[in-house]
């Protein structure tokens, strides 16, 4: 093929492309919303964060505006991040929190999400079998506020068991 041919051939499809893409109605990476990141997050938060920004807009979205990512963590603990099978999400507003448990096989699992102040009281709890997410579930006071996440085919056949005080800030 000679060096015309193929010059146009390059030139028709950036023009496709191009028009594809101003054409069509699709997010782009400009689209998608800024999560303000606790400056406390640590390493593996701030990978998942960069990682998956969409994801990570998503969840602090269903939190409501003005919170902050403070903590996401890959579930099963110990697991690839490439390969979790959930991933429990923390942000903070102030003193208040809120935690989102991110379903990432795609398809509907039994789910357990529950946020607890330090002290055990003011508990808010999602359970049920979901497809996207558990929670939000709030928690009005963070000070090392206790986390319990749950998933699998059914309650009795759990992949996720994690429980922690360490999602909320203990200071």
Do not use: H, W
């Amino acid at each position: 093929m000679s060096r015309f041919a193929v010059a146009l051939r390059s030139g028709l499809a950036a023009a496709a492309l191009a028009g594809a893409v101003l054409g069509a109605p699709q997010a782009v990476a400009s689209d998608v919303p800024a999560v303000a990141v606790s400056a406390k997050a640590d390493a593996t938060t701030l990978a998942l964060a960069e990682e998956d920004p969409q994801a990570t807009a998503a969840a602090a979205t269903v939190c409501g505006t003005g919170y902050a990512l403070n903590k996401a963590i890959p579930l099963p603990l110990g697991t690839d991040p490439d390969l979790r099978l959930a991933t429990l999400f923390s942000y903070t507003n102030g003193g208040k929190g809120c935690a989102i448990l991110d379903n990432n096989v795609g398809v509907s699992r039994y789910m357990y999400l529950k946020v607890c102040k330090v002290d055990g009281t003011g508990c808010d709890t999602d359970t049920g079998n979901f497809t996207q997410y558990a929670g939000p579930v709030y928690v009005s006071s963070i000070a090392c506020a206790k986390v319990t996440a749950k998933m699998g085919t059914s309650s009795s056949n759990l992949s996720v068991n994690y429980s922690s005080d360490y999602v909320f800030p203990c200071n």
